[in-house]
């Protein structure tokens, strides 16, 4: 299985912007979809961005036009651009592939104040 490893959360203002990364180990990366999953408090862990290439990529409607998936298969990891990010986008995120998770990271910590 692969071991995924995120970075780049933190602290913002609403209104301000993130990039996220996560990078996977193994050699399968670029032949499965990448997924960013995000798990706010009390509440179940949710797809938020898809992608295996450029035109199939995904976006949950809570995020549709502020984020941006991406991904180098070379450097084996994937990105997220958030922007315009509100309180509403407070939570651990995570990657994944798709369809079949498998085992998942420690995530990194987004927290946006108001």
């Known amino acids: 299985q692969a071991q995924f490893v995120e970075s780049g959360g933190g602290l913002v203002q609403a209104g301000g912007s993130l990039r996220l990364s996560c990078t996977a180990s193994?050699?399968?990366?670029?032949?499965?979809?990448i997924g960013w999953y995000r798990q706010a408090p009390g509440k179940q862990r949710e797809l938020v961005a898809s992608?295996?290439?450029?035109?199939?990529?995904n976006y949950a409607d809570s995020v549709k036009g502020r984020f941006t998936i991406s991904r180098d298969n070379v450097k084996k990891t994937a990105y997220l651009q958030m922007t315009s990010l509100t309180p509403e986008d407070t939570a651990v995120y995570y990657c994944?592939?798709?369809?079949?998770?498998?085992?998942w990271g420690q995530g990194t910590q987004v927290t946006v104040s108001s």
């Open positions: 193994g050699s399968i990366f670029r032949f499965k979809t």
């Open positions: 992608m295996l290439t450029i035109s199939t990529s």
């Open positions: 994944n592939f798709l369809p079949a998770p498998d085992s």
